[in-house]
Each structure stands twice: as structure tokens, then as C-alpha cells.
């Protein structure tokens, strides 16, 4: 389906570019990349989108967006004022979508945290540029063409003759997943050997301590997302790209968070 939502009396590219300076304003730990990523975007279509450089947009365009900041129920407004012939088509086409999205994401989820092909997957999810079976094979050896085809079969990539392609679509992963994940990247890629150099090519650091958890651990929730906000403009910064697939990892909790939240809730 190729619809246009077009309007001489709405310019809905300026009304797309104040959306996304409004969800950018509500969410300045996100980078540009990072919002294009979450609205299933190529980087290059959200820029133009945000600078209101596409006159244009597509239905597609658009639907992205709003469903991005939240607000399918506006896209459905929108077409029910100026397009209500084609507003059954669009919902079911909509929720078709979020169905093959979803299986999607769950399938490519799991696949990240699979021990035996989810290092290769997630390197091939750093890397900002496309990606080849061959450099697979280079770094990773049998193991790693072995863990293309696992891959390949479960539908999570696809080869178009040597370059390996991902579905471009913002994956959000639950905290389970995420610690799964970073457990992995320890056990898996952290080299304890450099760090024991004293090189500057990767850091560990671990603390603990007693506090007054509710005073103190939003105080350092709210730092660790400035130092997020800072890395991530550092990564994201097109004067940094590279060919090298970097991971970076924060965390906090208390040592037994279950038991005390159990406490505070039997003590209300």
C-alpha cells in the first residue's frame, strides 16, 4: 500500500519536524541515531524528516514517527479527519505490521543472548555500516559462518551475496535480557590481560558500600544517565565512526533488592 497523507491546508512535514523536537526535548539522553533506531528509520530518512527536507512524507514515513512518540491514537485521528476511506485498511495493515514487528523483535532478541551465536549477532549489531559473511568469517572463523547459517535459518539475518543484512528495526530489550547480555559480553569479550597493562583500551571498576538506598540510589540512577548521555555522544559522533564494534556496560542495585523492597511493603 502507497498512500500519501497529503494536505495543501496541512503541512504535515513541519507538523513531523515539531513532533520530533518535542519527543527530542522530552528525551535528551537520545541521540538523533538513537531515536531513528526506535522509530525503525535509516538515520539518513530521520534527518531529513526532522529538518522537514522530505515535502512529502510517506504513509509509512509518518506512521513511524507517530507511533514512535506514542501516538498511534493521533495517526489514527489524522486519517480518520482527512482520509476515512482508507481507515479500516490502515488499522488492519497496522496491526499486521505490529504482529510481524513483534515476532521480530522477540526472535531477534533471543538470538542476542544465545551462548552459541549471540556474540556474533551482537557484533554485527554494533557495527554502524554494513557488514560482511566474509569479515564474519575473519574474525570469528568456523564458528562464526557456523553461527551465520543458525542465524539465517532462525530468520533473524539474511545474506544478499556477501553482506549480511538485519532488519533495521529498534529492538527494546527488557532488563533480563539486557543483564543476560552484559554477562555474556564479560565472560565473552572483556580482556583482563589489557586492563592488567594498564592500557586505555578498555576499564573496569566495581564499588559497594552501606547507604540510605532511597536517598542515594536515584542520586546515582541520575548520574549514571549523564555519563550514558556523554558516552553515547561520544559513540554516536560521526568524527568517531571506525571498523571496531565496541560495548559499553553500567549498573546498579542493592546485594539483596528483593528482600528489602519485600520489608518496605510489609512495613506500609
Not at 26 to 37: E, G, Y
Not at 147 to 172: A, H, Q
Not at 177 to 184: P, Y
Not at 185 to 210: P, Q, T
Amino acid at each position: 500500500m502507497n498512500v500519501e497523507l497529503i494536505d495543501d491546508r496541512t503541512p504535515l512535514a513541519i507538523e513531523l519536524r515539531k513532533r520530533i523536537q518535542a519527543y527530542k526535548a522530552k528525551n535528551p539522553h537520545l541521540t538523533s541515531f538513537d531515536i531513528a533506531k526506535r522509530f525503525g528509520l535509516a538515520p539518513a530518512t530521520f534527518h531529513r524528516l526532522e529538518n522537514s527536507e522530505i515535502k512529502n512524507p510517506s504513509f509509512e514515513q509518518v506512521s513511524k514517527v507517530l507511533r514512535g512518540i506514542g501516538s498511534q491514537k493521533e495517526l489514527y485521528g489524522f486519517i480518520e479527519k482527512h482520509y476515512p476511506d482508507i481507515l479500516q485498511t490502515v488499522r488492519s495493515e497496522l496491526s499486521r505490521n505490529f504482529e510481524k514487528e513483534q515476532e521480530m523483535t522477540d526472535k531477534f532478541l533471543r538470538a542476542m543472548t544465545d551462548e552459541r551465536d549471540g556474540k556474533v549477532l551482537r557484533y554485527i549489531s554494533s557495527k554502524r555500516k554494513s557488514i560482511t559473511y566474509s569479515e564474519i568469517e575473519r574474525v570469528f572463523g568456523e564458528s562464526g559462518c557456523r553461527s551465520i547459517e543458525n542465524l539465517i535459518e532462525k530468520g533473524v539475518v539474511e545474506l544478499d551475496g556477501d553482506r549480511i543484512i538485519v532488519e533495521e528495526t529498534f529492538m527494546t530489550a527488557n532488563r533480563e535480557l539486557v543483564k543476560e547480555m552484559i554477562i555474556q559480553e564479560f565472560k565473552e569479550s572483556y580482556d583482563l590481560f589489557g586492563a592488567a597493562k594498564g592500557e586505555a583500551l578498555n576499564y573496569i571498576h566495581y564499588l559497594n558500600s552501606s547507604v540510605d538506598a532511597e536517598k542515594v540510589m536515584p542520586l546515582i540512577v541520575d548520574e549514571l544517565h549523564k555519563y550514558i548521555t556523554n558516552i553515547k555522544n561520544i559513540i554516536f559522533d560521526e568524527k568517531n565512526m571506525g571498523d571496531t564494534p565496541i560495548w559499553v556496560a553500567f549498573g546498579c542495585d542493592t546485594f539483596v533488592p528483593n528482600k528489602l523492597r519485600i520489608q518496605k511493603i510489609n512495613k506500609e
